[in-house]
């Protein structure tokens, strides 16, 4: 199973930046995906996934501004960033967590980088 993210980029704060993440391989099963992200010398934080059915979870700072979705045929999933500040720069991963025996898996990304700066 392979994670592919794409989208990351320069912005300036206020701008909007589109991630995208394709899963690839042999899936039977996903629970959630969402996006992760690390800043320096920071720990790694969820900042939205999406769960079967559809329902998202966003970190606070995010709420209002970002959007994660899905496309569950591609087993892609979307982060659309709008308002973006200087505090969103960050390395962005995407996740996938699969059911496993008895446990959840966990997949990642290569990591997409994101910085908001004028």
């Known amino acids: 199973v392979q994670l592919q993210a794409s989208g990351g980029g320069l912005v300036q704060p206020g701008g909007s930046l589109r991630l995208s993440c394709a899963a690839s391989?042999?899936?039977?099963?996903?629970?959630?995906m969402g996006w992760y992200r690390q800043a320096p010398g920071k720990q790694r934080e969820l900042v939205a996934s999406i769960i079967n059915g559809g329902k998202t979870n966003y970190a606070g700072s995010v709420k209002g501004r970002f959007t994660c979705s899905r496309d569950n045929a591609k087993n892609t999933v979307f982060l659309q960033m709008n308002g973006l500040k200087p505090e969103d720069t960050a390395v962005y991963y995407c996740n996938m967590k699969v059911p496993g025996y008895g446990i959840v898996l966990d997949y990642w990304g290569q990591g997409t980088l994101v910085t908001v700066s004028s």
């Open positions: 391989g042999s899936i039977p099963s996903i629970n959630s």
